[in-house]
């Protein structure tokens, strides 16, 4: 089925219209619509155009309101102030638009118009390292903002750029090479080992191999020698390398699936995965004269990037040791993923503090020609997660906090709450709504915050049942479901639009909302903005309280097709909230 246009879009095409009867001369014209607390809409174009046509903006308004077609569409318009157009639709139209994006599976939400090819860079572990809280923004962020876009209409390819290389992997490497038998292990009952004890182990052999490395210098020296070896792709470095990579991915994979997030094998590209192309990359950057030698190191210079004492501050894509930098495997990903994979948009969902250096990268790929008017590079940066106090958030000891304590703990405050409303729920049940409220509070606490800014990670708020959280939301959505279940076991009365009834206020308001959800998402989409999406299904399960305390559904009982109506107003709302939730990655049970 064709996308549905939004009662907004509607009204904005017949006032553009009449805006060009009323000024033939100064061609297409924006009305300026908004959602208003003084009408449904308000059109506050006028007074621009009236300014630039040197008319009478009031005068204007009214041949406006003359020339616009109202139909069945429009019902009220009254001209306000210096020349505001407020504007009231009329009840048919709302449910009429609602019953057509009711018949569509996906809501009436137009595709993009022109859908592009975008890699999302998200989700970056570093291998053989614990994954803390500072991972979680750029997983949850970047997973919304694959399922946003894809819904959109996107072609998207997912990259996880792991931190899998690097001086680091002598020292693991040669302490296993010498202790050959660290990662030989299973559990107990022969099955593969959790994701928990793969990086017990990991960490056991890190602290090892660190503790000799600082202690024994022909340690030392052998591990350096092994950092060759592994660069020069020596075949038993690379072969003990690889079971580091493969013990840290079944870590991962396990805290990813915690987050209820699909992380899937061909879509982790690390650092690694651009070794062959650094060389290249330094060349095309040197002979084109975009990269110049300084001190023996290759460097790129920027008139606005200067250090403390004033002078400019490279990027450092060769060193002058002829080992590679972050740039020069930053750059190589770049031209991997224009020219290999087709980017028309590449999206990185990197830490802010990283900006700078991202900044440099983007511009140097623009010099090279990497980058253009037709592909380009975005860094959706997030901020930092507080504790309660404001601080970086940290353990008692001061410590970094693990990710994965931190989702057990979110399970843990969510299971009582489920246990407290719960009331025909199984224990079985009861595990399973708790994995789905703990995990969904971690997600929207992050995704309901623009990203770029720091928040407070404070999980008695995230699991509370009032205020802005997915809590709130999921148990609006499981109250849409017990009432149509309880619609549909009392018998007689099932969901249907009735356009010839006139709405109550909470109808009306809720319908409009409801009319909303397309636009939203195709600004969320355009604006990498997944907080959007949280902050309308936060007003839609607001709307919907209203709506439910306001306009009896089941009790006491409403006439027939008011019942009907209302019971299809239940059922859209269900499914919108269900939707966008699904597009932030939050599950929402049918009963709480």
Request: proline share 4%; with cysteine.
């Amino acid at each position: 089925m064709a996308s549905v246009p939004s009662l907004a879009s509607s009204v904005n095409q017949r006032v553009a219209d009449a805006l060009a009867s009323a000024l033939p001369d100064a061609g297409a014209s924006d009305p300026l619509l908004r959602r208003s607390d003084r009408a449904d809409f308000q059109a506050n174009g006028i007074l621009a155009l009236a300014k630039k046509a040197k008319a009478n903006p009031r005068e204007l308004a009214t041949t406006v309101v003359e020339g616009i077609d109202t139909g069945d569409l429009i019902k009220e318009i009254e001209v306000s102030g210096p020349g505001f157009l407020n504007i009231t639709i009329t009840d048919r139209a709302i449910v009429e638009t609602l019953a057509a994006r009711a018949a569509d599976d996906r809501l009436g939400v137009p595709l993009a118009a022109k859908p592009g090819t975008t890699v999302i860079d998200y989700a970056q572990p570093n291998v053989a390292k614990e994954m803390h809280v500072g991972h979680l923004r750029s997983a949850v962020i970047g997973a919304a903002m694959v399922e946003i876009l894809e819904f959109t209409g996107e072609k998207v390819v997912r990259r996880h750029h792991i931190g899998d290389w690097g001086t680091q992997f002598g020292m693991l490497i040669q302490y296993l090479m010498e202790h050959p038998h660290e990662l030989d292990h299973r559990a107990e009952d022969g099955a593969e080992v959790s994701g928990e004890e793969a990086m017990s182990n990991l960490n056991r052999l890190y602290k090892a191999s660190r503790t000799l490395f600082d202690s024994d210098e022909e340690f030392k020296t052998r591990a350096r020698a092994r950092v060759v070896d592994l660069q020069a792709g020596e075949p038993e470095t690379l072969a003990l390398w690889q079971r580091f990579v493969d013990e840290s991915k079944i870590y991962f994979y396990s805290v990813f699936n915690k987050l209820d997030m699909d992380i899937q094998d061909p879509d982790v590209v690390g650092e690694s995965g651009y070794n062959d192309m650094l060389v290249e990359t330094c060349k095309l950057l040197e002979d084109s004269g975009v990269a110049v030698r300084s001190n023996g190191a290759l460097c790129v210079f920027f008139d606005d990037v200067k250090g403390q004492d004033g002078n400019p501050t490279p990027l450092i894509v060769q060193k002058s040791d002829g080992g590679f930098g972050y740039a020069a495997t930053d750059l190589s990903a770049i031209r991997d993923r224009v020219g290999n994979l087709g980017a028309t948009e590449l999206i990185y969902v990197v830490d802010a503090r990283q900006s700078l250096h991202f900044k440099m990268v983007f511009e140097t790929a623009r010099r090279a020609g990497w980058l253009n008017d037709e592909v380009k590079a975005v860094q959706l940066a997030f901020g930092t997660v507080l504790g309660k106090d404001g601080k970086p958030f940290k353990t008692r000891e001061g410590e970094t906090v693990r990710l994965v304590d931190l989702l057990d703990e979110a399970i843990d405050r969510a299971a009582a709450v489920v246990r407290e409303k719960a009331q025909d729920l199984s224990e079985e049940e009861i595990t399973e709504r708790a994995a789905q409220v703990g995990i969904g509070a971690v997600k929207y606490a992050d995704l309901s915050t623009s990203a770029s800014r720091d928040y407070k990670f404070d999980l008695d708020q995230m699991v509370s049942l009032t205020g802005d959280t997915s809590v709130y939301i999921q148990y609006a959505y499981a109250r849409t479901k017990s009432i149509l279940r309880k619609a549909d076991e009392a018998g007689g009365r099932k969901p249907a639009a009735h356009p010839e009834l006139e709405l109550a206020p909470a109808e009306r308001a809720l319908g409009l909302h409801l009319d909303h959800f397309g636009e939203l998402l195709s600004e969320a989409a355009a604006e990498h903005a997944p907080h959007k999406v949280a902050a309308y299904l936060y007003q839609l399960s607001s709307l919907f309280t209203t709506f439910y305390s306001e306009c009896p559904v089941i009790k006491p009982e409403p006439e027939l097709a008011v019942g009907e109506n209302r019971l299809f107003l239940c059922e859209l709302t269900a499914r919108t909230l269900s939707k966008g939730m699904s597009l932030l990655g939050i599950r929402t049970p049918e009963k709480l």
